[in-house]
């Protein structure tokens, strides 16, 4: 069994910074993309940020620039660091990776999801 365990969300004023982890436990073989998702109440679930096992990453236009996606294969970690945050970044972040459990079963995992809210 896998777990996403996501923390560091909160309420912070707009230009403010918040840093996201994702830690993934359980039966881990190895771990791919790792990602970052946000939605937003009305929205669709939107990719803000990914980064593949050897460390390529992509961004999302809206936050490029401003958010940096960072992982620790050690700690199977991934981390968003947010800076300039924006009104219109307030919603639900959720955290997917894609693990396999052994050589060769494969699948995507979800977290449970952070609230980030960013006040005008």
């Known amino acids: ?3 996403l365990v996501e923390s560091g969300g909160g309420l912070v004023q707009a230009g403010g910074s918040l840093r996201l982890s994702c830690a993934a436990s359980g039966s ?3 771990i ?4 970052w998702y946000r939605q937003a109440p009305g929205n669709q679930r939107e ?3 990914a980064i593949t096992s050897g460390g390529s990453t992509n961004y999302a236009d809206s936050v490029k620039g401003r958010f940096t996606i960072s992982r620790d294969n050690a ?4 981390y968003l660091q947010m800076n300039s945050l924006k009104p219109e970044d307030t919603a639900v972040y959720y955290c997917k990776a894609n693990i396999k459990t052994t050589a060769w079963v494969m699948q995507d995992y979800w ?3 952070t ?3 960013v006040s005008s």
Do not use: D, R
Request: aromatic share 4%.
């Open 32 to 35: 791919n993309a790792m990602g």
């Open 75 to 78: 700690k199977n970690t991934v």
């Open 1 to 3: 069994q896998v777990q």
């Open 111 to 113: 977290g449970q999801g």
């Open 47 to 49: 990719l803000v940020a």
């Open 28 to 30: 881990i073989f190895s």
């Open 115 to 117: 609230q980030v809210t």
